[in-house]
C-alpha cells in the first residue's frame, strides 16, 4: 500500500485516497466552436505517460480535498504534492500542461 | 513444422525425446517487411499467425522488446467467455470463441481449452436484473447462456457458501466458457505463425516510428532500423508508449491488475466462478492451484505490480464465499499493466498515420479474446480497412460519440 502525503492533513495510508487521473485538463470555454475532434480529445484522450506523471488526487476519507500530485507511474513514488491553486514545485516542471489550472 | 501427434509422440519417445526440433526459430531482423507487428503476446502473434494464413502475407516480423508471451499474455487468469452485452462487443467475443473452439486442431498446439463454464454472480436484485437482461441479450446474439439459481450453484459448487455478507442470489452461465492454458496460446500461435515464415524477434524494443508523409516506412528497434510497409501496434500496456512515438493520442490509462495462485491441490472447483460486485473471480487450473483474480487497482501503473490491499479485498471475499479455502497458501502474486478504455472495449483499427495499425484497449479481458483479436487485426491490416466485426470499434469513436460502454455490462471486476 502506498503512503501518501495530503498538503493539508500529512501522510496518510492509500486507501484513504482516491485517484482522480490526469491532473490539469481545463474544461474549453468556446464549447460552441469546438470540433469533433477537440471534443473527443479533452474528454477521452490521456497521456498515460510511463514516467513522472501530473495528477490529481482526493483525500477523500480525510479532509475530502483534492490535490496535484507528481507520481513516477513506473515506481509508484510521490514525486511532489501541492494544493490547487499552488505554483508547482520546480520538479513539477515540463510535466504540467502550461496554460492549466494546476 | 514437425507435426505433434499421437504417431510423433510416440516415434519420439524411441529416441529420448532428444529428437524434437525447436518450435520456433530466433532469426535477425530483415531489412524489410511487408508487416511488421510491435508486441510478441498472444493478440500480436495471433494477428501474425492469421496475416500469413487467412491473407497470405509472407514476410511479416513480429518485434518484441522481452521474450513472446511475457506480458499479459502470461499474467491474466485464463479465462475465456463470450458474454458481453452488447452488440458490437458480444459478436467479437463470440467470433474468438469459435476459434478457440478449434483453436487447438488449427494450430497443432494442444492449448487445453477447456469448457468447463463461467458463472457471474449476482448478489443483489438489480445484479439479477442486470444478469437476466445480459443473458437475455446473449441468447438473442446466439450465445449461450442461462440463469441458474442459488441451488443450482450448490449443486455444481456444493461447498460455495451462499449466504455471504453480500448473498448469492444467483448467477448467470455460459456452458462454452471456460478456461485455457495461457502460455500453450503464445506458445502455439508463435510456433504456427514461425511454419508459415513469420520472423519473430525477440529482445528487440522498438524505440521509433518512422513516418514520411503521414505514412509509416518502419520502425527503430534495438537491433536497428526495420523498413516496412505496414506496421501494427499490439503493445496492450505500452500502447499508449509505442503511439506517441507516432505522435497519436490514446484513450487509455494503464492500471495495474493482480492475480495470484495458490499452492497446487486435488482437484476441487468444478467451473470459473466471477464476481463482478465483490471483485473475485476464482478458477482451478488443470495443475491444480487455484488462479484467482483481483480488481484493478485505482492509479495509473506500468509497475507490473499493485497495491496490497487490492487482492486482500479480493481475498477477503473469495474466503467469504468459499469458507474452506481460507487455509489455502498462495504461491504467488503478480500484476499486470492493463489498457483500460473509457468504454472498457477495445480499439482495434487504422490510425491517422497511413500504414500504422493498432489494436489495444482490452484492458482487464484481453486474453479470451486472443484468437479474434487476431483474425480481426490480421483483416484490417491486410485489407487497410477493418472487418465488420471492428468496424465498430475503431479509434473514431472516440470522436464521433459512439461508444459501446461494456462498463459493468461486461460483468468484469473494474
Not at chain 2, 99 to 109: A, C, H, K, M
Request: glycine letters at 12%; a neutral charge.
Amino acid at each position: 500500500m502506498l503512503q501518501i502525503t495530503c498538503p493539508w492533513c500529512g501522510t496518510r495510508a492509500e486507501t484513504e485516497f482516491t485517484c482522480g487521473g490526469e491532473g490539469g485538463i481545463v474544461r474549453p470555454t468556446a464549447t460552441e466552436t469546438m470540433t469533433d475532434a477537440q471534443w473527443g480529445d479533452y474528454v477521452f484522450m490521456r497521456k498515460n505517460p510511463k514516467g513522472v506523471h501530473h495528477e490529481q488526487w482526493r483525500h477523500s476519507s480525510g479532509c475530502g480535498r483534492w490535490f496535484n500530485a507528481l507520481r513516477d507511474t513506473v515506481s509508484y513514488r510521490f514525486e511532489a504534492v501541492w494544493k490547487i491553486g499552488e505554483v508547482p514545485p520546480a520538479a513539477a516542471a515540463g510535466h504540467v500542461r502550461s496554460g492549466g489550472a494546476a | 513444422m514437425q507435426k505433434f501427434s499421437i504417431w510423433s509422440l510416440l516415434r519420439n519417445s524411441m529416441s529420448y525425446h532428444e529428437g524434437w526440433q525447436k518450435q520456433w526459430r530466433s532469426p535477425e531482423p530483415q531489412r524489410e517487411y511487408d508487416v511488421v507487428v510491435i508486441g510478441a503476446g498472444g493478440h500480436g502473434l495471433a494477428t501474425a499467425y492469421y496475416l500469413a494464413k487467412e491473407h497470405g502475407v509472407r514476410n511479416i516480423a513480429v518485434v518484441e522488446k522481452g521474450y513472446l508471451g511475457g506480458g499479459n499474455t502470461a499474467r491474466n487468469t485464463t479465462i475465456v467467455r463470450s458474454n458481453y452485452l452488447w452488440d458490437e462487443s458480444t459478436a467479437l467475443y463470440e467470433k474468438a470463441m469459435k476459434l478457440w473452439e478449434g483453436l487447438s486442431q488449427d494450430i497443432n498446439y494442444n492449448v487445453m481449452f477447456s469448457q468447463r463454464g463461467v458463472m457471474n454472480l449476482g448478489h443483489s436484485l438489480q445484479d439479477m436484473r442486470d444478469i437476466e437482461r445480459r443473458v437475455t441479450a446473449n441468447r438473442l446474439n446466439g450465445v449461450d447462456g442461462e440463469v441458474v439459481s442459488p441451488a443450482q450453484i450448490k449443486e455444481m459448487i456444493p461447498f460455495i457458501n451462499l449466504n455471504t455478507r453480500y448473498p448469492v442470489l444467483g448467477a448467470s452461465l455460459q456452458r462454452r466458457g471456460g478456461v485455457a492454458r495461457h502460455d500453450a496460446v503464445a506458445w502455439g500461435f508463435a510456433r504456427a505463425a514461425d511454419a508459415h515464415g513469420v520472423d519473430i524477434i525477440q529482445q528487440c524494443e522498438v524505440t521509433g516510428i518512422r513516418r514520411d508523409g503521414g505514412a509509416v516506412v518502419g520502425v527503430e528497434t534495438a537491433k536497428g532500423f526495420i523498413k516496412a510497409k505496414k506496421v501494427a501496434i499490439v503493445a496492450a500496456g505500452h500502447s499508449s508508449v509505442v503511439a506517441d512515438m507516432a505522435g497519436i493520442r490514446l484513450p487509455i490509462e494503464c492500471r495495474p491488475l493482480q492475480a495470484l495462485v495458490s499452492e497446487p491441490l486435488k482437484p476441487i472447483f468444478p467451473n470459473v466462478v466471477m464476481s463482478n460486485a465483490i471483485h473475485a473471480y476464482i478458477s482451478q487450473s488443470d495443475k491444480g492451484d487455484l488462479v484467482i483474480g483481483a480488481g484493478v487497482d485505482q492509479y495509473a501503473g506500468y509497475g507490473q505490480r499493485g497495491s496490497y490491499h487490492t487482492i486482500e479485498h479480493t481475498l477477503q471475499a473469495i474466503v467469504e464465499m468459499f469458507p474452506l479455502f481460507s487455509r489455502v497458501r498462495m504461491n504467488r502474486q503478480w500484476g499486470g499493466i492493463v489498457d483500460i478504455s473509457p468504454d472498457a472495449c477495445p480499439i482495434i483499427g487504422l490510425t491517422p498515420v497511413k500504414g500504422l495499425y493498432i489494436n489495444c484497449g482490452w484492458g482487464t479481458g484481453g486474453f479470451k479474446a486472443t484468437p479474434g483479436s487476431g483474425w480481426v487485426m490480421a483483416h484490417t491490416v491486410a485489407q487497410d480497412r477493418p472487418h465488420a466485426l471492428n468496424e465498430a470499434l475503431c479509434l473514431d469513436r472516440f470522436y464521433s460519440g459512439h461508444l459501446i460502454d461494456e462498463h459493468g455490462a461486461a460483468g468484469v471486476a473494474h
